[in-house]
């Protein structure tokens, strides 16, 4: 395998030094794939050999703006499975979110966007957030009543989003954990992978707030063991 993948970054290495090939959207699919190999050999570090996860920046970003302006084809598809895949690294190396958030700033969905549409905003709220939990080394410390504010900020556009969503994002069926039915996670049945990918990623923005809450005095017992059982209550069904 790792044969094939240094042949493949090998021919890729080549084919970018032709004219427009940062454009390529059949360049910018394949270091998407590229990645998702990448990211199972090493899913919770950021090592330094991570060509894919450098060559899909540049891609990434160069071609945001057609890709944000287009809803279907390949580059739109690579671009946001190569976004999706940014968010999930990102939270499990516990760092921050790569791609600049400009590139999709005037990414908003209507009432009448379809689903996938929804799901792509949503992890654009996702990246503020990871931002914020995550900050850059470069970044301006923040003040105790400016992070508290950006915080809330954040809740809001969580909750907007949460709130406005069409109801086709709702379960259409749900069990609740039976652990003396040997059902120890609760479940969720959905429509198609869609909601599934969106109440996985509102499930681990929601990990994010709650895990860094500036308002939680982390060195009062009490408080602290009702957020960890409010981080428990969110983990259960995803993890069903």
Do not use: K
């Not at 379809?114 to 992890?123: A, G, K």
């Not at 069990?175 to 959905?190: K, R, V």
């Amino acid at each position: 395998m790792l044969a094939y993948h240094s042949r493949s970054i090998a021919g890729l290495r080549a084919a970018s030094h032709e004219p427009n090939a940062i454009m390529d959207e059949n360049l910018l699919a394949a270091m998407v794939i590229l990645r998702f190999y990448e990211e199972f050999d090493s899913p919770f570090i950021d090592p330094p050999s991570s060509t894919a996860n450098r060559g899909l920046q540049v891609f990434l970003e160069a071609q945001a703006s057609s890709a944000v302006q287009t809803a279907n084809g390949l580059r739109s598809s690579a671009f946001w499975v190569g976004f999706r895949q940014e968010f999930h690294m990102a939270i499990s190396q516990r760092r921050p979110f790569r791609i600049p958030r400009t590139t999709v700033a005037q990414y908003l969905p209507t009432q009448s966007s379809p689903d996938h549409v929804w799901v792509n905003h949503l992890l654009v709220i996702g990246a503020h957030i990871i931002q914020y939990c995550f900050p850059p080394a470069h970044h301006p410390q923040q003040s105790p009543d400016e992070r508290s504010t950006s915080y809330e900020r954040l809740l809001t556009v969580r909750q907007n989003w949460a709130s406005s969503a069409p109801s086709t994002f709702t379960p259409i069926y749900t069990t609740p954990a039976s652990p003396s039915e040997g059902l120890f996670f609760p479940q969720q049945w959905f429509l198609n992978d869609t909601h599934i990918v969106a109440t996985q990623s509102l499930g681990l923005i929601n990990l994010l707030l709650a895990t860094h809450d500036p308002h939680v005095d982390r060195l009062r017992p009490p408080v602290s063991h009702r957020r960890a059982l409010a981080v428990l209550d969110e983990s259960a069904p995803r993890c069903g």
